[in-house]
């Protein structure tokens, strides 16, 4: 009977300690893993977003007017982003703000390099 309880509180004390162990490395993260990612995504996002204005730049589908709005609305998303990560973590609702003015960016630049606005491209020749 001693050994049977015995190895009942071996077994309790394993599962507690493993339960706990697991929330506490959790916590030292800073939150779920997928913030990580999430925030690797908007970086990339980012990038995705100045370079598709480089391009449009480059292939004159952007005006020199239409790219500056664009660089100031990139730089506008950046400023947000790195005031929100000043605590040293973004929140799950600072993340769907980011991605939400990254989505609306990205509409922008869409829209910008496919109307009928080209930069004059003839000084070229």
């Known amino acids: 009977m001693k050994t049977k309880c015995l190895i009942v509180l071996v077994v309790a004390f394993v599962l507690g300690f493993t339960t706990l162990s697991c929330a ?35 292939s004159g589908a952007l005006t020199r007017e239409e790219a500056n709005r664009l660089k100031s609305e990139l730089n506008s998303v950046r400023d947000d982003e790195a005031r929100m990560k000043a605590d040293g973590r973004l929140t799950h609702k600072e993340t769907q703000r980011l991605e939400k003015e990254l989505n609306r960016l990205e509409k922008h630049i869409s829209q910008l390099k496919h109307n009928d606005n080209r930069r004059d491209t003839d000084h070229r020749r």
């Open 24 to 58: 506490q490395g959790r916590d030292r993260r800073g939150g779920h893993e997928n913030e990580s990612q999430g925030i690797q995504g908007l970086d990339q996002r980012l990038r995705n977003a100045h370079e598709g204005i480089e391009r449009g730049i480059r």
